[in-house]
């Protein structure tokens, strides 16, 4: 099982990135997956989650800025952030829960500054 981020990045603030996740060595489209976050000296915090029927769940603080998606066709895992904020700079996590257990992927920095 491997998960692998990509899109991370240094933005201002107000801009927008999206983050990707390659997975493989599973079912994929059978996976709840989630996008998790951790900031220096912080938890990691769960962003969003997506079932593998598509519904969606997201944490208060990216609300109506991230959006959460996933196409299991190409076996991959999205995280759309708009309006970023200093406060979401952190280190992204890629997460997939399959057959009662969790999979990490390694992480992509995303560091919002002006």
């Known amino acids: 099982v491997q998960l692998v981020e990509s899109g991370g990045g240094l933005v201002q603030p107000g801009g927008s990135l999206r983050l990707s996740c390659a997975a493989s060595?599973?079912?994929?489209?059978?996976?709840?997956a989630s996008w998790y976050r951790q900031a220096p000296g912080k938890d990691r915090d769960l962003v969003a989650g997506?079932?593998?029927?598509?519904?969606?769940t997201y944490a208060d603080s990216v609300k109506g800025r991230f959006t959460i998606s996933r196409d299991n066709a190409k076996n991959t895992l999205y995280l759309q952030m708009n309006s970023l904020k200093f406060e979401d700079t952190a280190v992204y996590y890629c997460?997939?829960?399959?057959?009662?257990?969790?999979?990490w992927g390694q992480g992509t920095q995303v560091t919002v500054s002006s």
């Open positions: 997506i079932y593998s029927a598509g519904m969606t």
């Open positions: 997460e997939a829960h399959y057959n009662g257990y969790d999979y």
């Open positions: 060595g599973f079912t994929f489209s059978r996976a709840a």
